[in-house]
């Protein structure tokens, strides 16, 4: 058993990520930190976990969390995390970090889309970017991984074995994704206020959103030349999920076949990306950690439709996922179906 | 033409009370009153009322309010609004209040549940209940409209008439009320944040509402007795509408089609309350300012379903009926379809 | 492994229940039974079994069944299941119907309510009513259990206890209740069309839903005398679950404490039953095989609020939970959390 | 007053129809037919409509139409509805036709897309395309106008002016569309069932949508080289609205201000379209006639956002504007606020 503690276990994704540790066998809930509470029961918090955990949140020192604990999970928002990282992991412990702080690689990049200066620039280089489908190998001797953004893994996952084949050209790229609105957190927000959101559909962050560096990123990483891609969100009047449409052109002339061939050879022994023959929906995905990809071949250009669940796949799942890479229990545990 | 201001015009109800009037062939919109901002447009409040009404919010003195308008629609939450009323009345207008204020008419029972004393006890006595259908007559010569709250106009119209007939009892009697969100208002809070109210339904307020002893007095003017309900508010992830279920015993052996008649007998004349053979939804008198009923015998009991769009005859819509009375124009007007 | 067998697969309660039996460690599933398809991947007709299931819905005689399952679980729509139990069981296999149909101990009273004669009335006297909190001990030696409906479970955890205590008269008793859509099964109606369904809210069955006798007989058996409840389903715009307002008449003045001390007693070791502090709301128990319960005296009345998810303690969570009880596993098993 | 008649007048268009003809001063309701139903009053079909509208549906024959009626709008199918305008014409009406029959002007491009024989094509050649802001002129002296396709009117408005400006290249175009469920029609569907729609997005119609050539035919007559547009639909769990995403290359280096102000001098006199600050959202637009538009250069690319109501501007409201061209009336009439 692995003691864990979860630091910032008040928002969406530190329920989701407590739900699935709790049922992970090899897993045990030794202390749930927040910064904002002294000893509250977590059931308070969160009453879906009514009988589930019985712990209090608590206002913990970095020291006190590392004597708890052998692996952390941050859920704090950005800069709070680095600066959390920056003291826990000097004390011996695995940290990973499901905030964005440790996802970019280059300071100034960060520096650029999130506004201040990153607390911990040093680490950038040792962090390792949890997607598993794409890095795992480099996941499994992390000491820190930084679990990637919601979008980026939508956009990543249906793109990427596309660039890697040469099928796809690196530019122009739109990625037109669409989320529902736990993807926000839990802070009320006049926007995000039910009669506003609901009966309600609106982009936002249009070029300037977090996600896009992030998706650049990982995408040039499998391609030979650098890429910038077009990154739309969308907020949709439902709690859960993700799907990106996302086109491209290609290189040469490609069909349907050959595009879905692609992506279903490089998935072939992945489980939990799946290429279906129906376009996918939310739905399909929903409250598991996986993710349906369908390509299709439209008047010459070429369009990839992608979905997951925006706390599972594209948080918590993924946190878990990354925590049995690290400890080397099968990918699935605790994560199926 | 009569000019009108409404105070309070940033939230849901200002918006639709802007709406009606914008459309109403008498009413001139004179001035928009809010205490919390300088000079903004409605527009950027209300970007639906793009290219509809041109108007700036301003602060304005009560003076400056009655330079300005005959008749002022008050949306200002309760306390605010008896004292701002209390300001103009002498300056000459006339109101019509959208808040708790002057809704009952004894002013412990009022410090009783909004916990504080009622800042302008005396025009209590003055004040008309604007129910048209139940106090019309009063409300044609009044200075000072008290527009009801939401459910206890779907329970009032719902119950009064049976009561009246004698046909139920007085006691006891459940209102097991629902509630689409808008009627919590504009402000954003934890419960009401998207993915806490959506997908989720819960009772609020158990045997503490503020619309119980307003339901419980309206009763009372057409019971033998006084009436004290069970009144049970819920909120519904949907935008807008109530719908009540009221139970009651009946005083004899009565039928689905009496109680039927007896409110079409009730209501025959009237243009918004309309008694259906099929139980009503919320989604018939959606963005209108009627109400539908239905009543059934069940296993020797009472039930009677009532429907009304809170935002229209549930408060703005009400208001623009209690404004056609006040000055003699068709109770129908601005407010059909 | 006990091999199991569910007929009736593609609708939303066996979609719950393949999800759970996918999980649970002594449950294999052997055979998807419908009687509309002929060999399609079930992961064709649930796309969010894609990588979880890979099994075949097959139209399979009950001899076949038989030979491939010791435990059917019987999803049928009523009277097609009594037909398929009464061959299953004398082949040997033990059944938990998912349908109406072995609920009603009186032949006469189901003839009533589902207006045809009863298909099987000799087994009704054997069969066990499956709400493992009432009535465990039956269940534990059943061979037939007939899984109880959702609304009856959520009203009979919140009143069996409180009538049992002769805390509340037996009459009259009010329980109102709202059903996320899913309760209605599957097939597209033109009142369940999205448009139509979504920003509405609705009363249905008003004094005739099949689930009023089924309150009905088990609140009589915590009673000293017969209950007849006033029960009126609503339709709320949410996928999932079921709030229950119970409205009862006190025997003698009793407190909320008193009321919320006596159902924390009968259920201080069940594990799926929890008294909150408060008010519970329909999130609290999504995607659980949980009931939260809150009682509050109101004016002199007594009103319980009952909160389940409809698919999973409502039906497939509470068939998995008699499915433990039968076979003497640990009862939370696979069911949590 | 002009004596109209509405055929096809059960389904979600014929409703909105309905509820502004009501409101028009200039307009009577002369008949609702229905080639379903016999007589049935039309607040039955549509209990929204009670004590609005009280005529009967009614199976009328062309002649019978044309004897009540001076102008048609015809709700029904594509391919029904050529057929009945191609039988109502020469009896002297005037007919607006929301169906999809006399949009496409070659009826080639009809056959290939919709499947099947064009049941009038002589009537392409003089029947106009009801976009108001852009083929006004046309409108005023038809006999025949075709009200255009939701999905296109949102397109279009955002691209035409950018293109007859040569601001933006014919070629790629991008167009992800999402649209509420209601623009799918009334009758129940699978994937329209309240369970399956709620809670979920999807893409459809990939590459095959009969929208696709219409937003061809329409951006062509604003560009110099025809144009093959990309266009994505996707389905929102809300029931009204659409918002389209539109993706360009620039021909030259433009910034976001003069897209905006291209798009501002183009609509500077138009009541309905508006280009604003803010990204514009669905909320802002329902239930009005409006659409608002914004454009952003996004890392060299363009992007135009535009919102509209699907079932107003997207459908009826269009049919009242060209209504009130085809009569001489102001464009607003009964369309405002």
């Given at each position: 058993m692995i003691r864990t503690a979860i630091?910032?276990?008040?928002?969406?994704t530190g329920l989701e990520l407590l739900k699935l540790l709790a049922r992970h066998p090899h897993a045990q809930i030794s202390a749930l930190v927040s910064?904002?509470?002294?000893?509250?029961?977590?059931?308070?918090?969160?009453?879906?976990?009514?009988?589930?955990?019985?712990?209090?949140l608590e206002?913990?020192?970095?020291?006190?969390?590392?004597e708890r604990a052998e692996c952390v999970f941050s859920c704090l928002p950005h800069a709070a995390s680095a600066e959390m990282c920056a003291q826990l992991l000097p004390l011996g412990v695995k940290v990973i970090d499901l905030s964005?702080?440790?996802?970019?690689?280059?300071?100034?990049?960060?520096?650029?889309?999130?506004?201040?200066?990153?607390?911990?620039?040093?680490?950038?280089?040792?962090?390792?970017?949890?997607?598993?489908?794409?890095?795992?190998?480099?996941?499994?001797?992390?000491?820190?991984?930084?679990?990637?953004?919601?979008?980026?893994?939508?956009?990543?996952?249906?793109?990427?074995?596309?660039l890697k084949a040469g099928m796809i050209a690196p530019e122009p790229i739109v990625i037109d994704s669409k989320s529902g609105v736990s993807g926000a957190g839990r802070d009320p927000k006049p926007h995000l206020h039910y009669p506003e959101a609901n009966e309600n559909f609106s982009a936002y962050g249009v070029g300037s959103h977090r996600h896009m560096p992030e998706i650049d990123q990982t995408l040039s990483d499998f391609s030979p030349q650098p890429v910038a891609v077009v990154f739309t969100p969308h907020l949709v009047p439902m709690t859960r999920g993700?799907?990106?449409?996302?086109?491209?052109?290609?290189?040469?002339?490609?069909?349907?076949?050959?595009?879905?061939?692609?992506?279903?050879?490089?998935?072939e022994h992945e489980p939990f990306v799946h290429v279906t023959d129906q376009l996918p929906t939310v739905r399909d995905v929903a409250y598991t950690n996986r993710c349906h990809l369908a390509a299709r071949r439209v008047r010459g250009h070429v369009l990839v439709v992608s979905v997951i669940?925006?706390?599972?796949?594209?948080?918590?799942?993924?946190?878990?996922?990354?925590?049995?890479?690290?400890?080397?229990?099968?990918?699935?545990?605790?994560?199926?179906?």
């Open positions: 630091i910032g276990a008040s928002g969406y910064r904002q509470t002294e000893r509250t029961p977590i059931s308070t918090v969160h009453p879906s976990l009514t009988g589930v955990i019985d712990l209090p206002n913990l020192t970095p020291v006190q969390i590392a964005a702080d440790y996802r970019l690689r280059d300071a100034d990049v960060y520096q650029q889309w999130y506004a201040h200066k990153h607390p911990d620039p040093t680490r950038l280089k040792t962090a390792v970017y949890g997607l598993p489908e794409l890095y795992r190998e480099q996941i499994r001797g992390a000491t820190l991984v930084a679990n990637p953004g919601c979008y980026p893994t939508s956009a990543a996952l249906a793109l990427a074995p596309l993700i799907l990106s449409t996302c086109y491209a052109e290609p290189t040469r002339d490609v069909s349907t076949d050959e595009l879905n061939a692609t992506l279903r050879k490089f998935y669940d925006n706390l599972i796949k594209g948080a918590a799942g993924a946190a878990v996922q990354n925590f049995n890479l690290l400890y080397g229990w099968p990918e699935t545990t605790a994560l199926s179906p």
